[in-house]
């Protein structure tokens, strides 16, 4: 572990070492606490498939996304200096939590009791990665320049990996009884993801220099 968050730190920085670290403690402090959490929970996420999809959506990282869509980002202070940009990375925030909340909600409308823990590690693998195609043709649509976009992505890419690594751990575990049981486990780590988008867009902006002058973004020129 300590090599590999050496070799992070050394390639992205302080903020995806700390979603690294935060997150690695929290998979081990959650894999611990499942089958406490199975003795209390485990008998209504196996009721129905139906009554564990709507205690699902029901979960806090709901609560906290809409927080930050809603109260945090439309008012985030990234450089003031340049409005235009500044407008631009709030929209293209917005985009991403956008698309991590429609993968999320697509993962448990999903019959996932049908699946084994491999099929269900390779949907659910297979629909984070649908979130980045998502993000892609958002921003499009929105005039956000491609480079903006793809500079981002490259920031994203490690949260990507990691997030990869959590849900084959997921379904590997021997402490779920159910896929729903995992896609809880799984929503805590998503909202370590809502902490560290930010810091990744402030770096894309920081990286861009001088790409961005003269583009013109929703009638205005960026600076």
């Known amino acids: 572990m300590f090599n590999e968050a050496l070799k992070l730190f050394e390639n992205y920085g302080w903020p995806a070492l700390f979603f690294f670290i935060v997150s ?10 499942i089958p406490t959490w199975n003795k209390r929970d485990g008998e209504r996420l196996d009721k129905s498939v139906k009554e564990a999809q709507n205690q699902l959506l029901n979960h806090q990282f709901f609560t906290n996304l809409k927080f930050k869509l809603n109260n945090e980002i439309p008012f ?13 990375f709030r929209k293209l925030l917005e985009l991403k939590l956008v698309s991590i909340q429609e993968i999320v909600e697509v993962i448990i409308a999903h019959d996932m009791e049908k699946m084994d823990a491999s099929q269900w590690a390779t949907f659910v693998i297979s629909e984070i990665h649908n979130g980045d195609k998502l993000l892609e043709e958002y921003s499009l649509k929105e005039g956000i320049p491609s480079i903006v976009v793809s500079k981002f992505m490259v920031w994203q890419m490690r949260t990507l990996e990691l997030l990869t690594s959590y849900v084959n751990d997921l379904a590997i575990s021997t402490v779920y009884s159910t896929n729903a049981a995992r896609v809880n486990t799984l929503l805590y780590l998503l909202g370590l993801q809502l902490i560290t988008v930010i810091g990744d867009a402030e770096k894309t902006l920081g990286a861009l220099n001088g790409e961005l002058t003269g583009l013109n973004y929703q009638g205005e020129i960026l600076e």
């Open 24 to 33: 690695f403690i929290l998979f081990k402090c959650l894999s611990k606490l």
């Open 76 to 88: 985030l202070t990234l450089d003031n200096n340049f409005p235009v940009r500044q407008k631009l």
